[in-house]
């Protein structure tokens, strides 16, 4: 268990569906709908959806250049090119990658361009090796940050993206596997494809393809209501006195049958979730991140400083305690590296669901996810890291 002293925070910079059958077992499918455990929270249908950022926050962030770089520290470029000796690719590729005269020495790092033509004859476990590595370096934030197909098929995600199947199809061949997940990294590679400027610009867009669900908590004459009221008003009747009619009138009213989460949600979460940054936040010193949404969770108010990942890691300290699971609605799910620090947050909802926004890129939208995948996305699954709970010792930050 992780000391609670120790701990530092590091930011790592309704559609309508039809109701899910309890007893229906749909063929499955890696986008199918499910249902949760039930548990102290009742029972919850979830169906995935995939979220792009908006065009008005698109355009206002660069394109990066088509040009593949990789960046590594001068002190590790031997053991690089022995790892890079070490793959299928042919010596000419080798060669031309570090050539003397093409490789860019600056700041204590050595930048190398390979070739369209490298990055296409990497075979997978090539590609996973080189980007592993590539990601533990600064600054490769393509390698550090991929993009994850956490339903494990590239062609779920692209499904009505209208991306030119030669796009797709490229992003199908480059993937790889980082862990157990399917990830892509060669976003320079798949813009330098583009025909023209504007499809540079909309392929920009797609490659913000985010998957998330929509979450509906089933209530109705068989729901044990005071059970599940006690579970989202956190035990402590937090805005139970909202709840409580909004639950029992729903339980009784033939037709109805379920709750969208966002109802059980408090309010800033709740004017969040499925959306963006946008220009209220362009005034502040950075974007919000994990430890900003994680600890503004129960705030009526955002508390900017959270930004500020000193004054985040004294509010954990001051105001949180330890906990094991089961977890409740509203702990705190802190990702904690071997050194004790904290390099990603997210809230516990119900089950496997989690309330998360994975950095502090505007192009990164609050959403929820299942904890199994933020697992995977943070390395957990290959045993880099471990989770611990956290619950506020008074249940909340500030009054709402």
């Known amino acids: 268990m992780a000391n609670a002293a120790a701990v530092a925070v590091v930011c790592i910079s309704s559609l309508f569906v039809g109701p899910l059958a309890a007893q229906e077992q749909p063929t499955t499918t890696p986008d199918s709908p499910f249902i949760t455990k039930v548990g102290p929270w009742g029972r919850i249908q979830c169906y995935y959806f995939y979220l792009e950022a908006p065009e008005e926050i698109v355009s206002r962030t660069p394109t990066p250049d088509t040009q593949t770089r990789w960046r590594i520290p001068e002190s590790e470029l031997s053991?690089?090119?022995n790892l890079v000796s070490e793959t299928e690719l042919s010596n000419e590729l080798v060669s031309a990658l570090f050539n003397p005269r093409e490789v860019i020495h600056?700041?204590?790092?050595?930048?190398?361009?390979?070739?369209a033509a490298l990055i296409e004859s990497l075979n997978e476990r090539d590609r996973q090796r080189l980007y592993e590595k590539l990601a533990s370096y600064l600054n490769n934030e393509f390698y550090e940050y991929?993009?994850?197909f956490f339903g494990g098929d590239v062609d779920a995600w692209a499904k009505n993206s209208e991306l030119r199947p030669e796009l797709v199809s490229a992003i199908r061949r480059l993937a790889f596997h980082r862990g157990e997940t399917?990830?892509?990294s060669d976003i320079p590679y798949l813009l330098g494809m583009a025909q023209s400027d504007a499809e540079a610009h909309f392929i920009k867009k797609k490659l913000t393809r985010t998957r998330t669900l929509i979450a509906r908590l089933e209530v109705n004459p068989d729901s044990n209501v005071q059970e599940m009221l006690d579970y989202w008003s956190t035990g402590l009747n937090l805005r139970r006195k909202e709840l409580e009619p909004l639950f029992q009138a729903t339980s009784s009213i033939p037709g109805i049958g379920h709750l969208d989460i966002l109802h059980v949600l408090p309010a800033l979460p709740r004017k969040l979730l499925y959306t963006?940054?946008?220009d209220d936040f362009t005034t502040h010193i950075r974007f919000p991140d994990c430890h900003w949404s994680t600890l503004n969770f129960f705030n009526f108010t955002a508390q900017d400083y959270y930004l500020d990942s000193h004054l985040a890691s004294?509010?954990?300290?001051e105001n949180f305690q330890q906990i094991e699971p089961p977890y409740r609605f509203g702990d705190v799910l802190m990702f904690i590296n071997p050194l004790g620090n904290a390099y990603h947050s997210c809230i516990y909802i119900a089950d496997d669901l989690v309330y998360t926004k994975n950095g502090a890129n505007p192009l990164v939208p609050w959403v929820l996810l299942e904890l199994k995948d933020l697992q995977k996305m943070?390395?957990?699954?290959?045993?880099q890291g471990m989770i611990q709970g956290f619950r506020h010792k008074r249940g909340r930050l500030e009054s709402e």
């Open 146 to 148: 991929p993009i994850f």
């Open 378 to 383: 943070y390395n957990i699954d290959l045993g």
């Open 314 to 317: 004294s509010a954990v300290l």
């Open 79 to 81: 053991n690089f090119q």
């Open 276 to 278: 963006f940054p946008g």
């Open 182 to 184: 399917l990830a892509f």
């Open 106 to 115: 600056r700041n204590g790092k050595a930048n190398l361009f390979p070739a």
